[in-house]
């Protein structure tokens, strides 16, 4: 298990399935899982996972899975990230806190969109491009509005929800969300009335922002230097490069997610995985030739090349010069 793909439960989740009757012992027995993951709460994606769907299972009926623990999930065990959200501005305010601080905890990923009369918030999934349990992503999008109705005092009403998956039936959804359900769509998305994101929150606390901001914002540039998928793809490529030409199936197997899923994260981090090898190799090249006791032919093995003319014509194109060059001026560098 990679350090990004750690899932910390809210306190408040086990504490919001109390309220239902549901043990939290109860719902990590149906799971399959230790008990010391209640005390721990940290887990990884497909442990994730199975807790959600030994919650459905438990609770049995999809309808009231989805809008029970949403709506029992008490404001004052809100995690940080949250509760930044229910002490936001307006709803615009809340939702792009919940947005941005939800890269601290993984796995759903929220985009949200504003485009004419209508705001929608996609919920994609991150490291896996296993579907989630249809009770996770009920529960993500009836809280997202759950958070509205809670912030302005006003009930709220979506104008579409969307279910990749299927249900049996959706009418007690229908009347919790206020509009029509779809089924089998393409994407799981919440579509609400845009004007409703002016809607200024009751719950408006600007001295707690000031102290939570610096401190969430914080947590997560740390976060995401620490987790960059770029960085730590490029230490795959570093470690398995030398004599061969490592491929991105190789990189994605090692980090437990699919090809795709890793073409998407180095895509929204800005760069591809051809950028990334071309780059380790350009880096380890250097730190091999300021080595005087490594020749050029072994140097090009290091760094994946099987004859040295393709290592001269790729170290030519990053550097401008030939590998012999770029050392005599590196050593002369030094020697100075």
Same mark, same amino acid.
């Given at each position: 298990?990679?350090? @990004? ?81 229910? @002490? ?193 190799? @350009? ?54």
């Amino acid at each position: 298990m990679t350090s @990004h793909n750690r899932i910390k439960i809210p306190d408040g989740f086990w504490a919001g399935l109390y309220r239902l009757g549901i043990t939290a012992q109860d719902v990590v027995r149906k799971a399959k899982m230790p008990l010391t993951v209640i005390a721990e709460s940290v887990v990884t994606t497909d442990q994730y996972f199975a807790i959600w769907q030994a919650y459905s299972d438990i609770i049995g009926d999809m309808e009231d899975g989805i809008i029970k623990l949403p709506t029992v999930f008490a404001e004052s065990q809100y995690p940080p990230s949250v509760m930044a959200a229910y @002490h936001a501005r307006d709803y615009r305010d809340a939702l792009k806190r919940m947005a941005r601080y939800k890269e601290m905890c993984p796995p759903e990923n929220i985009r949200i969109e504003e485009e004419g009369g209508s705001c929608t918030i996609e919920v994609e999934w991150v490291d896996t491009d296993k579907p989630g349990p249809p009770l996770l992503v009920g529960t993500t999008l009836a809280f997202l509005l759950e958070i509205g109705r809670r912030g302005t005092g006003l009930p709220l009403k979506a104008s579409l929800v969307e279910f990749k998956h299927t249900m049996n039936q959706v009418q007690g959804i229908e009347a919790y969300f206020g509009c029509p359900v779809q089924i089998g769509a393409k994407c799981n998305r919440l579509t609400l009335h845009r004007g409703d994101l002016d809607r200024p929150f009751a719950s408006y606390n600007a001295e707690l922002l000031e102290v939570l901001t610096p401190v969430l914002d914080q947590t997560l540039e740390e976060q995401q230097r620490r987790h960059s998928i770029t960085e730590i793809v490029k230490w795959i490529v570093k470690r398995s490069i030398t004599g061969e030409r490592p491929e991105i199936q190789d990189a994605a197997r090692e980090l437990g997610m699919s090809e795709r899923t890793l073409q998407r994260r180095l895509t929204d981090e800005q760069t591809s995985f051809k950028q990334l090898l071309r780059e380790a190799r @350009h880096e380890q090249a250097k730190e091999y030739l300021a080595n005087p006791s490594l020749d050029i032919k072994e140097v090009a093995f290091l760094v994946g090349y099987k004859d040295q003319s393709s290592f001269y014509r790729a170290f030519r194109c990053w550097e401008g010069t030939t590998p012999l060059n770029w050392r005599n001026k590196y050593a002369s560098i030094s020697i100075n």
